[in-house]
């Protein structure tokens, strides 16, 4: 018994539906699952609008997943338990969606001045359900057209940051992401903080959030131990979980691979006073 704090849906740039990965996620066991989609929180509401929550046999947390703006970092923060109907929290998430149209929009098109031969509808079409359209969707894409083996290598050639058909994107800043959060009645989570890549950083932004994701794939054991002690000293609560995407995804290969305890995940939900339970 398990649970499992951070995964995505195919309403962003997961592959699973909602429901799919709720039975997934019951079929394996896992008690606790929080689906923490990027950018949208439409995932959640779609099963919650389809008489899917709250379900007797699991344990669902509403979340969402933010990018914030940072020069240097990959600063994402989780806010977990919000109020999916909350005003301040669709105005920004309606901000950010727009921006990702934009920036689509751009890309596709140096993409196109480059001689690739991809168009939007192709990458829309693929992109089914997702609310949240990013680079995720167009490098599948150019995988399926033969311009590169994997959405690895279209991201590292030519998607990433500091590559040919790299565009910026607005992001909300750290503060902000953190103010409509708790608005929304939820709490931030800082995740992955070992992909942040600064422990200056991740201290500071440790006096801001509610949380921190102390579990997570790449995380060595040396990483959860300073984490742990960061956690306790900055009185955060504990979180973890694996960053599923389904069959994109960046360290695990199936739900269920990387999981964190029935306790943790129990400690962690009832301090969050749960809203379907
Ligand atoms: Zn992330
Ligand atoms: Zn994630």
Redesign the pocket.
């Known amino acids: 018994m398990a649970g499992d704090l ?1 995964t995505h849906t195919s309403f962003s740039d997961g592959s699973f539906a909602p429901e799919e990965l709720v039975a997934a996620a019951k079929k394996i066991g896992l008690n606790y699952l929080g689906i923490t989609d ?1 950018d949208t929180v439409d995932g959640v509401r779609h099963l919650y609008e389809n008489g899917h929550l709250p379900d007797r046999n699991i344990h669902i947390i509403p979340g969402v ?1 933010l ?1 914030a703006n940072h020069p240097a970092s ?1 600063v ?1 923060l ?1 806010g977990y338990n919000i109020d999916m109907y909350n005003a301040a929290l669709i105005e920004m998430l309606d901000k950010i969606q727009e921006a990702r149209w934009e920036r689509f929009s751009q890309i596709v098109k140096t993409l196109q001045d480059k001689k690739f031969a991809i168009r939007e509808t192709d990458i829309l079409k693929t992109a089914d359900t997702s609310r949240s359209i990013g680079r995720a969707h167009i490098a599948r894409a150019l995988v399926k057209i033969g311009a590169f083996k994997s959405v690895r290598e279209a991201f590292d050639k030519m998607l990433a940051k500091g590559q040919p058909a790299y565009v910026e994107r607005y992001l909300p800043e750290v503060d902000e992401i953190i103010d409509v959060i708790h608005r929304a009645g939820g709490k931030v989570v800082l ?2 903080p070992k ?1 942040v890549g600064d422990n200056a950083l991740v201290e500071t932004l440790c006096n801001k959030v509610d949380g921190l994701e102390v579990y997570y794939p790449c995380h060595s054991p040396e990483d959860v131990a300073y984490y742990s002690s960061l956690a306790e000293e900055h009185n955060l609560m504990i979180t973890g979980g694996s ?1 599923f995407h389904g069959t994109s995804s960046r360290f695990v290969k199936s739900l269920g691979e990387f999981t964190i305890s029935d306790e943790l995940a129990a400690k962690f939900s009832s301090s969050l006073n749960l809203r379907f339970d």
Do not use: G, K, N
């Open positions: 951070h990027h997943e990018s990959e994402h989780v995740a992955h992909l960053d």
